[in-house]
Structure formats: structure tokens, C-alpha cells
């Protein structure tokens, strides 16, 4: 066992008494008596990781990696355990939590926006309601962050540098506190661990439409349609957001293409409550449209041009980036600095000269006349500067 993580979990122990509502306090404590930084680091973890003996390593919490990529268990206590996850290119899912503890960045950078979850109604185990944008901030390695239960902590983490590797100490899990929900903007809450629940036909079903797109075969299409039907409205939400921009990515390639792609696809299908339809087909449009910038955002090396791109995706409008670039970089004007994006990064972008200007006039409030680029520009990676 790495030492550091060895004194840290004991030391927590030692005060720990097995109340999950105090241990966030306890963990922040002693993280930040003693900062992961200081006392250990990420080569020191993969070191270990490729030398220790099988018989000397720790017991892992999560061998099914549904959170880290991957993560490592460090320490193992009666009542909680250490975690490092590692971050090579993800960003999580808003979710929330069903245990307690605290986080620490050891290595890298992080982007945390942080939301509260307003539900109007229930559809079934499906939340509709507002997620409203509370704030975010950077977080720095030493940086430490207490873990609250369910709405105490509703965030995602947009990882800016490359790797990322991040302390947690927390209980194994509150029965109560299930299931722990994930969120889709404009209203979504959901359990975050739905696919665990599908049946073996189920997955295997959700296995061959993937495979089907992987290797490009048209009728993979078709045999998703069949599976949709009378089909759970999670899992079809879930289907449409996960398997069919495997499709899509060898299809029409401008985002107001793929917009409309998945109008039609979620038009397609007949929901038993019509404001749920509304909120996946909104919801399912937004997590597609996301999940094709953060690929765009992955030809984005420099930390300086992915922490500008990270403001912008993960902001709601111009404000919040404004707010969170003046913070950063408070000897340069953000406008400056979204548009010294523009320019230099513009081949990567995918911008021609013409998409180009289009999109330094809408930053600074000009007029563009042609519609169609100003919609394409309103999908964009600046989408949230332009709201």
C-alpha cells in the first residue's frame, strides 16, 4: 500500500465513527492537514499499481469502472475506502451522489459546474423539472471538495487537463440515497445506473445494436427501431443518445444536420405522456449536441484553449463564461480571448474564412444575415456565448 494513502485512511478512521453524515467533514479535514500533492502523485500510484505483488493489493471497489478511467483502490476501511480515479479524456454526467466523503485533485485540472435539481413531476422513476446552473469554478491540485448526499452536490467535472487524477474518500454506499440520479439539461433527472438494471435480452440487444453501428451495417438501424418499440421510455432515450450518433458520425456532418436527425428520430416515436416525449426529444437533442463538441474538443492540446473551450460548454450563457474567464485570465478582456480562440484554433474548429467572420461577428453583437450559419454557429462550440 502507497504510505501516504495508508496514514491518510488511518488517520481518518481514527476519527471516523461510521456516521456517513460526518464523514465529508472528517475527510476534508485531514486532506487538507495533509494534501495528496504533497505527499504522494500519480507516478508514484501507476508504480505502484505495475509492481505490487497480487497478495499486497488492495481489494478493488469498482471492477465494472462505471466511474474513472479506471479507478484505483487505495485504502479499504470497515466503513469507507480511498479511491483514485484516473481521467485520461471523459467528463462525467451531472449526478448526484448516494454516499458521502470528500474529493481532492492530485493531479491535473478540473472544471466543476455545480446545478440545483427543481422536479415538477414524476413519469414513472423519471424526474421532470428545471436543472439550474448554481455556479462553477476551477479546481487545482490540493483543491478539496466535501461530497453532500443526493441534492446536496449535484455537479459535473469537465477535466481540463490530460490526465487527471483525482483523491476520493467515501462510505461504500447509503441504501437510502438510491438510486443516485443523473441529470440532462433542460429537466431530466434519471437513475444514473439504469443499463445495470436491463435484463440479459436486454443488453445483449443494446450489445448488437452497438456492434451493428460499429461496423457500419445499415440495418442496425432498423433493429434499433424494433427494439424501441413499446420499448421503456428511458431505455429508448438512453438508445437514441448512446447508439445512433454512431450512425450519424459517418452521416451528415453540420450540427444543424444532426439536430434535426434527432428531431425526427425522437418524432418517431409514440410516448404515453406528451411532456415527457417533450423533455427527451429537448433533453436528447442538447446530450447529442454535447457529446459531438466534446469530441470536437479533443483536436484542442493547449491548456489555455481547452480551459476557454471548457468555459464555454459547461456555462449556461455569455455571463457565466464571462465570469469564469475573467477569473482565470483577469489581465485579458473574455471577449478578447473567446475571439484569440477563433482565430487561432480555426482550421481544428472545422471554420472556413466565412464561418469564421460569421462567428467573430456574433461574439461581438453584430449582425450575420445568413440564418442557416447563424443556426449552425447557435450549435457550435460558442453556443452559450451567443445566448
Not at 450512425?247 to 416515436?269: E, M, N, T
Not at 457529446?291 to 492540446?301: A, D, E, S
Request: overall charge negative; some cysteine.
Amino acid at each position: 500500500m502507497i504510505p501516504y494513502f495508508k496514514d491518510l485512511g488511518d488517520r481518518i478512521d481514527a476519527d471516523y465513527r461510521g456516521d456517513a453524515r460526518t464523514l465529508p467533514e472528517v475527510a476534508v479535514h485531514h486532506l487538507v492537514q495533509r494534501p495528496s500533492p504533497s505527499h504522494t502523485s500519480l507516478d508514484e500510484l501507476l508504480r505502484w499499481v505495475s509492481t505490487v505483488a497480487d497478495a499486497r493489493f488492495v481489494r478493488q471497489r469498482d471492477m465494472g469502472t462505471t466511474f474513472g478511467e479506471p479507478p484505483v483502490t487505495v485504502y479499504r476501511g470497515s466503513d469507507f475506502c480511498i479511491d483514485v480515479n484516473l481521467w485520461a479524456s471523459s467528463s462525467t454526467q451531472i449526478h448526484e451522489h448516494a454516499f458521502t466523503g470528500a474529493f481532492q485533485l492530485l493531479a491535473g485540472s478540473s472544471l466543476q459546474s455545480r446545478y440545483a435539481f427543481h422536479e415538477d413531476r414524476k413519469v414513472g422513476d423519471i424526474g421532470l423539472g428545471r436543472l439550474a446552473f448554481l455556479g462553477a469554478e476551477r479546481l487545482l491540485p490540493g483543491d478539496v471538495w466535501p461530497i453532500a448526499p443526493g441534492a446536496g452536490l449535484i455537479h459535473g467535472l469537465f477535466h481540463l487537463h490530460h490526465p487527471t487524477a483525482t483523491v476520493v474518500v467515501r462510505t461504500y454506499g447509503e441504501p437510502e440515497l438510491l438510486p443516485q440520479r443523473s441529470f440532462d439539461a433542460p429537466g431530466l433527472a434519471y437513475d444514473g445506473q439504469y443499463p445495470s438494471q436491463f435484463s440479459m435480452l436486454t443488453t445483449r440487444r443494446l450489445q448488437l445494436v452497438h456492434f451493428l453501428a460499429s461496423a457500419g451495417v445499415e440495418d442496425g438501424q432498423h433493429r434499433l427501431a424494433e427494439i424501441c418499440e413499446g420499448a421503456d421510455p428511458l431505455l429508448v432515450y438512453q438508445l437514441f443518445a448512446e447508439v445512433l450518433p454512431e450512425y450519424w458520425s459517418r452521416g451528415p456532418s453540420s450540427l444543424s444536420s444532426l439536430d434535426d436527425a434527432v428531431a425526427r428520430a425522437f418524432a418517431s416515436v409514440t410516448w404515453e405522456d406528451d411532456e415527457l416525449g417533450d423533455m427527451l426529444a429537448t433533453a436528447g437533442r442538447r446530450r447529442m449536441n454535447r457529446r459531438m463538441l466534446l469530441r470536437q474538443r479533443q483536436v484542442l492540446t493547449e491548456v489555455e484553449d481547452r480551459e476557454i473551450a471548457g468555459a464555454l460548454l459547461c456555462s449556461p450563457d455569455r455571463a457565466a463564461v464571462e465570469a469564469l474567464l475573467a477569473a482565470w485570465y483577469p489581465e485579458r478582456a473574455p471577449i478578447d480571448q473567446v475571439l484569440s480562440l477563433v482565430q487561432r484554433r480555426q482550421a481544428e474548429l472545422g471554420l472556413d474564412d466565412a464561418w469564421r467572420d460569421a462567428l467573430m461577428a456574433l461574439v461581438r453583437d453584430e449582425p450575420v444575415a445568413d440564418e442557416a450559419v447563424v443556426r449552425e454557429l447557435r450549435l457550435s462550440l460558442f453556443a452559450s456565448w451567443l445566448r
